[in-house]
């Protein structure tokens, strides 16, 4: 009589055949019924029986049935535990450990003993990023490292350039940030700005501020004060 080990291993191996060649008839069906699809990355079951996430362009996920017949985009919602399984799993697909933030071409801003690390990319002309930077006034013991990422256009762009080629590349940032008091012009080698942009391009940051942490997870948008000292008391800090 089979063992129930062997009996678990040939379930999980029918199981494991199924899954492979769903993917399969997913991908067969969606690359010829869709050629503009970009190639697919990943095709993968859901918690929903007969729903299968499909993911392209690395972080760019819809769902589809077992046939590929039908595609919806959108967010899945756990309504037992409350959870947006698409922000989940989103928030997975995007995570950079901190280790790999390239530092050097950051600067910091340190409150109180600065035990505590986090790192932001702003734009200087994101309104967002200016309220964020007020609500990051009301938390100490904290090390910012300010990525500065200019997105939003040219004058972004020359605004960036004289805060990093300041001689107090903290108080040009925060005079503007906090008073809107113009960064002075400034010259010097750009190249950490252009790595910057080249980084959130490879890592999907569409928006600032884009906040850090040290467990490796990013928070989107200019959440409040409350949510970041939560996070940084969550996050396991090095």
């Known amino acids: 009589?089979?063992?129930?080990?062997?009996?678990?291993?040939?379930?999980?191996?029918?199981?494991?055949?199924?899954?492979?060649?769903?993917?399969?008839?997913?991908?067969?069906?969606?690359?010829?019924?869709?050629?503009?699809?970009?190639?697919?990355?990943?095709?993968?079951?859901?918690p929903m029986r007969g729903l299968f996430e499909v993911r392209v362009n690395q972080t760019d996920i819809f769902y589809t049935d077992a046939q590929g017949n039908h595609i919806i985009q959108g967010s899945m919602f756990d309504t037992r535990a409350r959870v947006d399984l698409t922000e989940q799993r989103l928030q997975q697909l995007t995570?950079?450990?901190?280790?790999?933030?390239?530092?050097?071409?950051?600067?910091k801003v340190v409150r109180g003993n600065g035990?505590?690390?986090?790192?932001?990319?702003?734009?200087?002309?994101c309104g967002f990023c200016k309220r964020f930077e007020q609500d990051l006034l009301t938390i100490d013991n904290v090390?910012?490292?300010?990525?500065?990422?200019?997105?939003?256009?040219?004058?972004?762009?020359?605004?960036?350039?004289?805060?990093?080629?300041?001689?107090?590349?903290?108080?040009?940032?925060?005079?503007?940030?906090?008073?809107?008091?113009?960064?002075?012009?400034?010259?010097?080698?750009?190249?950490?700005l252009e790595r910057n942009v080249a980084f959130g391009r490879k890592h999907r940051i569409n928006g600032t501020p884009a906040s850090f942490f040290v467990d490796g997870t990013r928070m989107p948008g200019a959440v409040g004060a409350?949510?970041?000292?939560?996070?940084?008391?969550?996050?396991?800090?090095?």
């Open 226 to 238: 409350d949510q970041i000292a939560r996070k940084l008391a969550e996050a396991k800090q090095p």
């Open 95 to 107: 995570a950079v450990a901190f280790k790999d933030l390239p530092l050097k071409d950051a600067f």
């Open 115 to 125: 035990r505590r690390q986090m790192a932001v990319f702003s734009d200087p002309n």
């Open 143 to 192: 090390t910012v490292h300010v990525f500065l990422y200019p997105i939003l256009g040219a004058d972004s762009v020359a605004k960036s350039v004289h805060i990093w080629c300041a001689k107090d590349r903290e108080k040009a940032y925060m005079d503007w940030m906090l008073n809107s008091i113009t960064p002075p012009t400034a010259s010097c080698d750009t190249a950490p």
């Open 1 to 46: 009589m089979p063992s129930v080990h062997r009996l678990l291993l040939l379930a999980l191996s029918v199981l494991c055949t199924g899954v492979f060649a769903q993917e399969a008839v997913i991908r067969k069906n969606l690359a010829e019924r869709l050629p503009n699809l970009p190639p697919i990355d990943e095709v993968r079951p859901t």
